[in-house]
């Protein structure tokens, strides 16, 4: 058995009369909610937590994608990889996974993922996923059209 860390990357500051404004953090965040310092300050921390999990003895840390919300602050699960490739040796890197609707082309996914195996020596988990109605909601694309979009 391996065990892998998983962490969303979420923005935990929403205003305590959040539900009251807002229809929801999950399937859009307003930008005004956002702070780009404590951003910062947030991205070091959760950077920082998945390569601490190589110290704990994890086999492997995940990291995934989400759009304009509060759940998560991953739009590019490839960019944090591609940092977690230069601050772990030996721990695998699960990208669980890239949204491929969402990727016009969709071939851009394996050149970035063919990178980041490179970037890591061998220790990428390459993951594809369809993705939800807040993903398509947000880019515009239409979710009858996702799971043809795995044939290109």
């Not at 601490?52 to 590019?76: K, R, T, W």
């Not at 699960?77 to 490739?85: D, F, K, R, S, V």
């Not at 993903?135 to 979710?143: A, D, G, I, K, L």
Request: aromatic content about 16%.
């Amino acid at each position: 058995m391996q065990y892998f860390f998983f962490h969303l990357m979420s923005w935990p500051y929403l205003p305590p009369d959040f539900e009251e404004h807002y229809d929801s953090a999950w399937v859009w965040l307003p930008n005004k909610l956002y702070d780009p310092v404590r951003g910062h300050d947030l991205y070091q921390e959760y950077i920082n937590t998945l390569a601490y999990a190589e110290e704990l003895g994890f086999d492997g840390i995940c990291v995934n994608e989400h759009h304009q919300n509060a759940y998560g602050l991953m739009p590019s699960p490839n960019i944090i990889a591609g940092a977690l490739t230069q601050r772990t040796k030996r721990i695998k890197i699960a990208v669980i996974g890239n949204a491929l609707p969402l990727y016009n082309p969709p071939l851009r996914v394996a050149e970035e993922f063919a990178m980041l195996d490179v970037l890591s020596g061998g220790r990428l988990v390459a993951g594809m996923v369809v993705g939800g109605g807040p993903e398509y909601y947000s880019y515009n694309v239409n979710p009858t059209y996702a799971r043809e979009r795995f044939l290109c």
